[in-house]
T-cell receptor, first 113, second 111 residues
Framework: KAGVTQTPRYLIKTRGQQVTLSCSPISGHRSVSWYQQTPGQGLQFLFEYFSETQRNKGNFPGRFSGRQFSNSRSEMNVSTLELGDSALYLC????????????FGPGTRLTVT | DAKTTQPNSMESNEEEPVHLPCNHSTISGTDYIHWYRQLPSQGPEYVIHGLTSNVNNRMASLAIAEDRKSSTLILHRATLRDAAVYYCILRDDGRDDKIIFGKGTRLHILP
């Protein structure tokens, strides 16, 4: 099976712009989670989707949003980008909601200038 | 969320066993102990998880103390490819739908 794929892998945006990141889970996986990784804060949970519904959300402002499509693919959107949003954004998929094993993609490196 | 304590970094020689400790004195009865690792320039990778009994899989072994207040991830024969940051995580698999990552242990493998 193909692993979790994320597009694009690298992105440079300007402060104030918005960005959309995409995640394709492993075939058959229905749950998708998003994480932000920065050198200062480490890995932080953003949100999780299962069956097109957001099940849980981390402690991030409303500028961060996401959605999941009927084929389980997911997108996350960040509006009004700030310099502090520069990070590696990781997507993880699992077969079921609250599954023990999550499989991570390689991430999208976002740089905000 | 229950917390874990891990050493910031460890070193080990190639082809020798590695024991990575994790303390979790506030663990609750329904918390599972999970280990993930993150190789350079990659996303985290699931390693192993357990509740009370010791667990083995093709990647590693997990030894859990009888009182469950600590655990040890054992890599039986370290290779250079095992150099990574190892995260010990507590998660109530019946309730938690997210993984709370700590700082982890950076493992250096010496050739």
């Amino acid at each position: 099976k193909a692993g979790v794929t994320q597009t694009p892998r690298y992105l440079i945006k300007t402060r104030g712009q918005q960005v959309t990141l995409s995640c394709s889970p492993i075939s058959g996986h229905r749950s998708v989670s998003w994480y932000q990784q920065t050198p200062g804060q480490g890995l932080q949970f953003l949100f999780e989707y299962f069956s097109e519904t957001q099940r849980n959300k981390g402690n991030f402002p409303g500028r961060f949003s996401g959605r999941q499509f009927s084929n389980s693919r997911s997108e996350m959107n960040v509006s009004t980008l700030e310099l502090g949003d520069s990070a590696l954004y990781l997507c993880a998929s699992s077969e079921l909601y609250r599954a023990s094993e999550q499989y991570f993609g390689p991430g999208t490196r976002l740089t905000v200038t | 969320d229950a917390k874990t304590t891990q050493p910031n970094s460890m070193e080990s020689n190639e082809e020798e066993p590695v024991h990575l400790p994790c303390n979790h004195s506030t663990i609750s009865g329904t918390d599972y102990i999970h280990w993930y690792r993150q190789l350079p320039s990659q996303g985290p990778e699931y390693v192993i998880h357990g509740l009370t009994s010791n667990v083995n899989n093709r990647m590693a072994s997990l030894a859990i103390a009888e009182d469950r207040k600590s655990s040890t991830l054992i890599l039986h024969r370290a290779t250079l490819r095992d150099a990574a940051v190892y995260y010990c995580i507590l998660r109530d698999d019946g309730r938690d739908d997210k993984i709370i990552f700590g700082k982890g242990t950076r493992l250096h493998i010496l050739p």
